[in-house]
Nanobody, 133 residues
Framework: QVQLMESGGGSVESGGSLRLSCVAS????????IGWFRQAPGKEREGVAS???????SYSDSVKGRFTISRDNVENTLYLQMNEMTPEDTAMYYC???????????????????????????WGQGTLVVVSS
């Protein structure tokens, strides 16, 4: 059974940085997409950054240029480096994967996902990020 586990959340001041980690053992026969999602209080869940099986990253417009998604295939870990953070980045951050994503579809998750659609399963339990002004 595939499991995802996030860590690295915490509190940071505006302009600061955090790095999130997601340990994920993915064994699929085809393509997959894995990414970071967040949900702020009272808002729908949204895509932040995603990466396909070839390591191609995609980002939402709100984090482009500030956040970087990467992965360590040896450690089976996905990372999200968050720089120049603002209070608008405050949210619960989740790691999730689509284990059957066709080629060329991964970017949809970071650019357009808004709480429904796609085939995201499994999800991690989430890690809380709070950015103070």
């Amino acid at each position: 059974q595939v499991q995802l586990m996030e860590s690295g959340g915490g509190s940071v001041e505006s302009g600061g940085s955090l790095r999130l980690s997601c340990v994920a053992s993915l064994r699929t026969r085809g393509g997959y997409c894995i990414g970071w999602f967040r949900q702020a209080p009272g808002k729908e869940r949204e895509g932040v950054a995603s990466m396909d099986i070839n390591g191609t990253p995609s980002y939402s417009d709100s984090v482009k240029g500030r956040f970087t998604i990467s992965r360590d295939n040896v450690e089976n870990t996905l990372y999200l480096q968050m720089n120049e953070m603002t209070p608008e980045d405050t949210a619960m951050y989740y790691c999730a994967a689509d284990l059957s994503a066709p080629p060329g579809t991964c970017a949809w998750y970071s650019e357009h996902y808004r709480g429904s659609g796609g085939n995201l399963d499994p999800w991690g339990q989430g890690t809380l990020v709070v950015v103070s002004s």
